[in-house]
C-alpha cells in the first residue's frame, strides 16, 4: 500500500497540494487529474522519492519513504516520466533491460530470464519487433511504450506513470489504458491524466487537484459537475457517457 500522511508538495513557495491523507492499493488504478500547473508531476516525483515534500510523508508499506533502503526502494516503487530524454544512442532491448539493474546488481548481464522479461514487456505494448532499433530514432509516442516497458520489467510494486498515454494515438491510448488497468490488479498504479473521459472508462479512483482543494475517491464520487468546474475553471455537462467542458 502507498500512502501520504499530512502531505503538502511546493513550488518554491507555492504550496500546489495538501494536507493530503490518501492511500492507494493493489487492485485500484488511481487517476491524478487537474489544469495545468496543478501540482500532478510534482506530486508523482514527491510519492517516488525524487522530490521532498515541504511537509507531512510518504509511506510504503507502512515504511517512511526516506528510511527506506535505495536498493528495496528501486525494487519497490518505479516512475515512468512523460518525457524521456536519450543523451546517447542504445537499442531499445537495452533501454528496457536497464531495468533489471536493482535485481541484477552484483551479478552478470543478460541472464535469460531477463531476456525473456523484455522480451514480454515489448510483447505487452506492441514493440517486440523494434527491439533491435535505435531508441534516438523512435516517434514520442514509441519511446513513451519503450518507457512503460522498462517499467513492467522492473515490476515494482508501485508503479507511478506521469502522462503515460502523452503522444499516443487514439487506438494506442486505448492500448496502454487497458494495461495499466490488467497492471493495476497486482500492482499499486497511479497514472497522471489529461484525459477526463479515459480516467472516467479505465480508472477505479481519481485524485482531483484544483486551486481551491483536492477531491479523492471512486470514479463517480470524484468527477462531478460541481468538482470538475472548480479543478479546471470552466463549466461540465454530462453527455451520456461523456463529461464535456463547455
Known amino acids: 500500500m502507498l500512502s501520504t500522511h499530512h502531505l503538502s508538495v511546493a513550488a518554491g ?4 497540494l495538501g494536507p493530503l491523507d490518501w492511500q492507494a492499493r493493489p487492485g485500484e488504478l488511481w487517476c491524478v487529474l487537474g489544469r495545468n500547473g496543478s501540482g500532478k508531476t510534482t506530486l508523482l516525483h514527491t510519492l517516488a522519492g525524487v522530490l521532498d515534500p515541504s511537509a507531512g510523508e510518504v509511506r510504503l508499506n507502512d515504511a517512511a519513504l526516506a528510511e527506506i533502503n535505495p536498493l528495496a526502494l528501486a525494487r519497490l ?15 531499445v532491448f537495452n533501454a528496457v533491460a536497464i531495468a533489471r539493474a ?6 552478470g548481464w543478460d541472464a535469460p530470464e531477463d531476456v525473456e522479461a523484455v522480451r514480454e514487456a515489448l510483447q505487452r505494448v506492441g514493440l517486440q519487433d523494434r527491439m533491435d532499433d ?19 520489467v522492473q ?11 502523452a503522444h499516443q494515438d487514439v487506438g494506442h491510448q486505448l492500448e496502454v489504458m487497458r494495461l495499466l488497468r490488467v497492471l493495476s490488479d497486482t500492482h499499486v498504479v497511479v497514472a497522471s491524466c489529461h484525459d ?9 479512483h481519481v485524485l482531483l ?10 470514479v463517480e464520487q470524484v468527477l462531478q459537475e460541481d468538482s470538475l468546474s472548480l479543478a479546471f475553471g470552466c463549466k461540465f455537462r454530462c453527455d451520456g457517457q461523456f463529461w464535456v467542458a463547455h
Open 13 to 16: 513557495r507555492r504550496v500546489m
Open 77 to 91: 516503487r518505479g516512475l515512468m516520466p512523460q518525457v524521456q530524454i536519450d543523451a546517447f544512442h542504445n537499442s
Open 102 to 107: 536493482p535485481y541484477r546488481a552484483g551479478a
Open 134 to 152: 535505435d531508441v534516438t530514432r523512435l516517434s514520442g509516442g514509441e519511446r513513451q511504450r519503450v518507457a512503460l516497458a522498462a517499467l513492467i
Open 155 to 165: 515490476s515494482p510494486h508501485v508503479m507511478l506513470l506521469d502522462e503515460p498515454v
Open 196 to 204: 477526463i473521459n479515459l480516467a472516467r472508462r479505465f480508472a477505479t
Open 209 to 218: 487537484l484544483g486551486e481551491r482543494g483536492h477531491w479523492q475517491g471512486s
